[in-house]
Nanobody
Framework: QVQLLESGGGLVQPGGSLRLACAASERTFSTYTMGWFRQVPGKEREFVAAIRWRGYATSYGDSVKGRFTISTDNAKNTVTLQMNSLGTGDTAVYYC???????????????????WGQGIQVTVSS
């Protein structure tokens, strides 16, 4: 059973930056896809960003394009989400996700991912 360990959340002021990281405990898929979703109470889980192994392809949610950058370390089975120009609308619990190879159009779908992290809180507030 793959475990995903998330780190880097916390409290940040509007306009600030945070970096989230997620490490998979084992390499289950040779050509993996890793991503981030977020959720606020009372709302559906929202796609944030995803990346295919070695960074061969990336996908971003419309609300984070140009502000967030996703990257992966293939050797370490990790994914990092650099979040800049954060606003209060980015406040949510962020979930790391891990799954097999996904075509670009499917990278934003929760069903493309097989394993999920516990979630980490990101709060943007002054």
């Amino acid at each position: 059973q793959v475990q995903l360990l998330e780190s880097g959340g916390g409290l940040v002021q509007p306009g600030g930056s945070l970096r989230l990281a997620c490490a998979a405990s084992e390499r289950t898929f040779s050509t993996y896809t890793m991503g981030w979703f977020r959720q606020v109470p009372g709302k559906e889980r929202e796609f944030v960003a995803a990346i295919r192994w070695r960074g061969y392809a990336t996908s971003y949610g419309d609300s984070v394009k140009g502000r967030f950058t996703i990257s992966t370390d293939n050797a370490k089975n990790t994914v990092t989400l650099q979040m800049n120009s954060l606003g209060t609308g980015d406040t949510a619990v962020y979930y790391c996700a891990y799954g097999p190879y996904a075509i670009i159009s499917a990278m934003s779908l929760q069903t493309s991912f097989r394993y999920w992290g516990q979630g980490i809180q990101v709060t943007v507030s002054s």
